[in-house]
């Protein structure tokens, strides 16, 4: 259960910096990203939360009926713009694809060129 409320609370800091303080960024992203921080300077400990992570990880697909409810709410829309949903869905997932590619390949020589002491380290 603490794993949960740990969550749930950056989630809450994250939605009260996007109400209250006008932050321009999803609250569940700043939430996320308050998290990944406190996780790294250790403010957090990795045990308190991998359990209730991994758990909700596990059953994603939950988290996506909502959405696919709403896709069916709007089926007759879809079929009328199915060409420009279709070739966006393709264009986005080849970009993403294409970056990702390029950032690893990036990233990947980058650590070739490093000294053999400190890739150890990294």
Known sequence: MRG??????FDGLGWLLHAVAGVPLPAHVLGLL???AALFMNIVKLEWVEASATLLTR??????VPL????S???PLLRESWLAAAVSLTAGTAAVTVA???VT????TKRKELPHERQQSL
């Open 4 to 9: 949960f409320a740990i969550i749930i609370g």
């Open 34 to 36: 308050l998290l990944t």
């Open 59 to 64: 059953h994603m697909m939950l988290f996506f």
């Open 68 to 71: 696919l409810a709403g896709v």
């Open 73 to 75: 709410t709007f089926a």
């Open 100 to 102: 990702t590619g390029l």
């Open 105 to 108: 390949q990036l990233l990947t």
